[in-house]
């Protein structure tokens, strides 16, 4: 009977906290609760195992080209290593968090312009999406997302040159971004 008892309080307490919350009450409302796997692992403090340093994340090309779908709902062009799957390549954890450029001087350059959009708030959610992809893709190039009006543009870079700025632009037509153009602008350069 005691074994019963701990048996049963051990199953209760199993129940991660999403299925607490969607249990049935009596005079109580009902709660649903849709969401992805790794959502799921995270508010119920479950983590998966991930093999990873403190630079990258190894993985197949096929969970790379998932990954970058999941990201933003398209396939990907990530086109490293063979098609067999079986091969990994470095996928860089990249920090999409904003930064301040100190200490940089503004001179005329070159950006690469990925996305110019409208003024509504789905042009926003579209530039600052491409932006972390861009970001994701080239991570040690700076990239920015803002509303210069009458529209939200991403851009990304800082070229001196003109050549430099087209090495670039044909690198973010090959991961499908076709749409991508060099502008000229006022860049920061740091001596």
């Known amino acids: 009977m005691i074994a019963l008892c701990i048996d049963c309080m051990t199953a209760a307490n199993a129940q991660t906290f999403t299925q607490r919350l969607q249990q049935s009450k009596a005079g109580e409302g009902k709660v649903t609760v849709t969401h992805s796997r790794d959502i799921d692992n995270l508010v119920n403090g479950q983590t998966q195992n991930v093999r990873k340093d403190s630079t990258k994340t190894e993985v197949t090309v096929q ?52 996305y110019a959009g409208g003024n509504q708030r789905k042009d926003r959610q579209q530039a600052e999406r491409i932006g972390s992809e861009i970001k994701a893709l ?46 000229k602008e006022k860049i920061t350069v740091f001596h």
Not at 148 to 159: A, E, L
Not at 160 to 175: F, G, I
Request: glycine share 8%; net charge positive; aromatic share 10%.
């Open 63 to 114: 969970e790379a080209k998932a990954l970058l779908r999941q990201m933003n709902g398209r396939d990907s062009t990530l086109n490293r290593g063979s098609a067999t799957g079986q091969d990994t390549i470095a996928i860089p954890n990249v920090d999409t968090s904003k930064k301040v450029m100190r200490g940089g001087q503004k001179v005329w350059g070159w950006r690469v312009q990925v």
């Open 138 to 183: 080239f991570p040690t190039q700076p990239v920015y997302v803002h509303f210069k009006s009458p529209r939200w543009i991403c851009r990304m870079g800082n070229y001196r040159t003109y050549e430099d700025a087209l090495h670039m632009l044909s690198n973010v037509k090959k991961a499908g971004y076709n749409a991508a153009t060099v502008i």
